[in-house]
């Protein structure tokens, strides 16, 4: 997985959504104030990261969650 996907991003939330985040998708807050008809912004945690990355300051964190959530034949 690269380094930079929705889930370690400052903007990607999954705490205050947890019916979503149990199906692998957060809300990006970047995106939140966007036109839903043109910019969803609910996204699955894996989705490459866009040009509106920050690293989030919980990184080890979503990267041990990340680690967690991911299926075994998928894992390095």
């Known amino acids: 997985m690269s380094n930079k996907t929705c889930a370690l991003c400052g903007h990607f939330k999954v705490k205050e959504y947890p ?10 807050a970047s995106r939140a104030g966007a036109r ?4 969803a912004p609910f996204l699955p945690w894996k989705t490459p990261a866009c040009e509106r990355f ?7 964190e979503r990267l041990a969650w990340v680690e967690k959530k991911q299926p075994k034949n998928e894992k390095g």
């Not at 019916?19 to 990006?28: D, F, L, N």
């Open 36 to 39: 839903a008809d043109q910019i």
């Open 54 to 60: 920050v690293p989030a300051p919980n990184v080890a």
């Open 19 to 28: 019916e979503h985040a149990k199906v692998g998708i957060g809300r990006c």
